[in-house]
């Protein structure tokens, strides 16, 4: 089984739809949890943290589900901008510091 | 302040030599990880140094790839006798601290071996 999976989509909704990416983990003891951006043929960028409570930044919601063991990212109001494959992040908790990232989800937002 | 920078951009080589891939990463930063893309795939962990020390080389898929780090700062990747199947995008990230920091992407090298 895989570290991290998630759906590869691909999504494509229309501009100013709300959309969902949920991910799943392997490793109950995984401690840190991140979504990354990445744009075509771009290095990844840290899109948030993921933290127990659950948190908010602008039209982006993340949601930590550790009984389920399961990350969400909610992305509202959808901009063309947003279009970009998102990539769901887990440590390992075996030494803390290997991070499994998953194969990712591509969304197309359409105008 | 400047971000991760990663040397050559693009590398093509022919099978059976080796390379040599670069990383500056962010100045402060301790922490320093590898990792390679293949086309269409994820991230895949290859090493993960903190100072000049690696203590997780588990990724390093076989003993044609080695890495170092000196003076806590700068990286190298090398791959000796390429092969095709090391055809991918070679990507390094640096963080503050480690652990359960977020980590900050380089711009990658992409290797292509012919």
């Known amino acids: 089984r895989k570290e991290v999976e998630q759906d590869p989509g691909p999504f494509n909704v229309p501009e100013g739809a709300t959309v969902a990416f949920n991910c799943t983990y392997s490793?109950?003891?995984?401690?840190?949890f991140f979504w990354y951006r990445q744009d075509c043929r771009k290095e990844p960028k840290l899109l948030m943290s993921?933290?127990?409570s659950g948190n908010e930044d602008g039209r982006f919601t993340a949601q930590l589900n550790r009984a389920s063991q399961y990350i969400s990212l909610l992305i509202r109001d959808s901009k063309l901008s947003d279009s970009a494959t998102y990539l769901c992040?887990?440590?390992?908790?075996?030494?803390?510091?290997?991070?499994?990232f998953g194969t990712g989800t591509s969304l197309t937002v359409i105008p | 302040g400047a971000g991760v920078s990663q040397s050559p951009s693009n590398k093509v080589t022919e099978k059976g030599k080796d390379v040599e891939l670069r990383c500056d990463p962010i100045?402060?930063?301790?922490?320093l990880y590898w990792y390679r893309q293949s086309l269409g795939q994820g991230l895949e962990f290859l090493i993960y140094f903190q100072g000049n020390s690696a203590p997780d080389k588990s990724g390093l898929p076989s003993d044609r790839f080695s890495a170092e780090r000196t003076g806590g700062s700068v990286s190298t990747l090398t791959i000796q006798r390429t092969q095709q199947e090391d055809s991918a995008v070679y990507l390094c990230?640096?963080?503050?601290?480690?652990?359960?920091?977020?980590?900050?992407f380089g711009p990658g090298t992409r290797l292509t071996v012919t």
């Open positions: 490793n109950s003891a995984s401690q840190s």
């Open positions: 100045s402060g930063h301790t922490a």
């Open positions: 992040v887990v440590n390992g908790a075996a030494t803390g510091n290997q991070f499994y």
């Open positions: 990230a640096s963080s503050p601290f480690g652990g359960s920091y977020e980590q900050y």
């Open positions: 993921v933290y127990s």
